[in-house]
């Protein structure tokens, strides 16, 4: 599985910016998918994750009811849309897959099989 994920770019705080994380290689119906950041100096924190069809949602309590994730199966993609951003929110955000099915265990790392590269976040105060 190959991940792309775009979007990222400088904003000031309260704006809002989409996330998009294409798939290219598996059936991309078939596995969770999941976003994590990394700030500076810090380890790579889980976002939020997004069931296979779509139906089951997980975030993390400091983005939760400010942040979206969405997929599109027929298009392959995964989307995080980032409303009310913090510089706190600021880092490189990364989308990963899960190739299993089952939705458990969503924000531990070590589930996810496959990374994109990433795409960086800067939120201005």
């Known amino acids: 599985v190959q991940l792309q994920a775009s979007g990222g770019g400088l904003v000031q705080a309260g704006d809002s910016l989409r996330l998009s994380c294409a798939a290219s290689?598996?059936?991309?119906?078939?596995?969770?998918m999941g976003w994590f950041r990394q700030a500076p100096g810090k380890e790579r924190e889980f976002v939020a994750a997004?069931?296979?069809?779509?139906?089951?949602?997980d975030y993390s309590d400091s983005v939760k009811g400010r942040f979206t994730i969405s997929r599109d199966n027929a298009k392959n993609t995964v989307a995080l849309q980032m409303n009310s951003l913090k510089p706190k929110d600021t880092a490189v955000y990364y989308c990963?897959?899960?190739?299993?099915?089952?939705?458990?265990?969503?924000?531990?790392?070590?589930?996810?099989?496959?990374w994109g590269q990433g795409t960086q976040v800067t939120v201005s105060s």
């Open positions: 290689g598996r059936t991309f119906s078939g596995y969770v």
């Open positions: 997004v069931s296979w069809s779509g139906n089951r949602t």
């Open positions: 990963a897959a899960d190739l299993n099915p089952l939705f458990r265990g969503v924000q531990l790392r070590r589930i996810y099989n496959h």
